[in-house]
């Protein structure tokens, strides 16, 4: 990708070449959210720790690679966002930065929406033109899976009910559906699509308990897993 010829230039050239930006796009899980828990209003809140998400990590990464070069991190994550929001904040939340790549990631609050595909897909497809359009690469990052079971920890009501929703979200099939409308719509908008899930789908073939990788035991990835996604946005970087 052309992002890494930029930092490339960056790093060797530090009074010539302009800093490299690179924008997030997301959800929770790029904002950077992990445990949950009920406030005194009984309304669901979770722990926010940016430092620790995949964006920052992917600086971090890139920091390591190219030492001299600025890079600039913009997350735009919302916890609790899917597509279509993603799609009507993009020119408040994005486009001002100028970015030289968008990481976009959305999917499982859309797979929880009731929304049909096409209202995800519609989204994502104009999410991508609008960061052609400002003359950025993109790449479309498909995360985690969600809870499969009910996890042991959980001891409120609410929360196990919460968790058997999500759950079955993913047993019966629906956050696989978006997956898939996901993958088929950025490779028609010749996006480089970041599967961060299947690795999920491969671990969960192989007995791993993947609702314990959770750090909330609904959907958000424990923060060591967020290296594992860093690591990939970053192997897609150099494709």
């Known amino acids: 990708m052309k992002i890494i010829d930029k930092l490339k ?12 930006t690179i924008a997030f ?10 445990e949950c828990y009920f ?3 009984g309304v669901i809140q979770t722990v926010f720790d940016s430092k620790s998400a995949y964006p920052t990590r992917v600086k971090e990464i890139l920091n390591t690679l190219y030492p001299s070069a600025q890079i600039n991190i913009v997350n735009a994550g919302i916890s609790g966002d899917n597509a279509a929001n993603g799609n009507v904040r993009f020119e408040r ?6 970015p ?13 929406s009731g929304n049909d595909l096409k209202v995800y897909t519609d989204a994502l497809e104009s999410i991508f033109a609008k960061t052609k359009a400002i003359g950025a690469e993109c790449i479309f990052l498909f995360q985690n899976m969600m809870a499969t079971k009910v996890s042991c920890h959980l001891k409120e009501d609410r929360e196990k009910e919460l968790a058997k929703n999500l759950a079955e979200v993913q047993n019966g099939g629906t956050l696989d559906k978006y997956y898939s409308a996901a993958k088929e719509t950025a490779l028609k ?9 299947s690795a999920w789908k491969k671990m969960a073939g192989g007995g791993v308990d993947v609702t314990d990788m959770l750090a909330n035991y609904y959907n958000h990835p424990k923060r060591e897993f967020h290296y594992y996604t860093a690591l990939k946005v970053v192997e897609k970087m150099f494709e």
Not at 9 to 20: C, I, P, Q, R, S
């Open 9 to 20: 230039a960056k790093n060797t050239d530090l009074f010539g070449a302009k800093a490299v």
């Open 100 to 112: 030289d790549l968008v990481v976009v990631a959305f999917g499982l609050n859309d797979s929880c």
């Open 93 to 98: 939340d994005v486009a001002p930065y100028n």
């Open 189 to 197: 908008c010749g996006v480089r699509f970041c599967d961060i899930y």
């Open 39 to 41: 406030d005194e209003n």
């Open 25 to 34: 796009l997301g959800d929770s899980v790029t904002q950077g959210c992990y």
